[in-house]
């Protein structure tokens, strides 16, 4: 059974920073892509952060474009998620997910808070 495990979430301060960790029981190699996802508090749907595909193509959402980044330790089995110049409005549980053909494995989620 494939898990996905994050940590690293945490309270910071705006213009802070965090590194989130996915860590999945199997080889990423073995998923099309990976990527991170938040919902907001009292959001209804999960919205998309970035992704990484297995041949390293990646894809941002629009605010987060130049303060996020995505990588991946291959030998780890994990993603990892750099957050910097974190604002308020980034407030939300990041989701790891990992895509393999027509089904998409989940993590539980890790609080992230920006907040003076």
């Known amino acids: 059974q494939v898990q996905l495990v994050e940590s690293g979430g945490g309270l910071v301060q705006p213009g802070g920073s965090l590194r989130l960790s996915c860590t999945v029981s199997?080889?990423?190699?073995?998923?099309?892509?990976m990527g991170w996802y938040r919902q907001a508090p009292g959001g209804k749907d999960r919205e998309m952060v970035t992704?990484?595909?297995?041949?390293?193509?990646?894809q941002y959402g629009d605010s987060v474009k130049g303060r996020f980044t995505i990588s991946r330790d291959n030998a780890k089995n994990t993603v990892y998620l750099q957050m910097n110049m974190l604002k308020p409005e980034d407030t939300a549980v990041y989701y790891c997910?990992?895509?393999?053909?027509?089904?998409?494995?989940w993590g539980q989620g890790t609080q992230v808070t920006v907040s003076s």
């Open positions: 992704t990484m595909t297995s041949d390293g193509s990646t």
């Open positions: 997910a990992a895509n393999r053909g027509w089904y998409t494995y």
């Open positions: 199997t080889t990423i190699f073995s998923f099309n892509a």
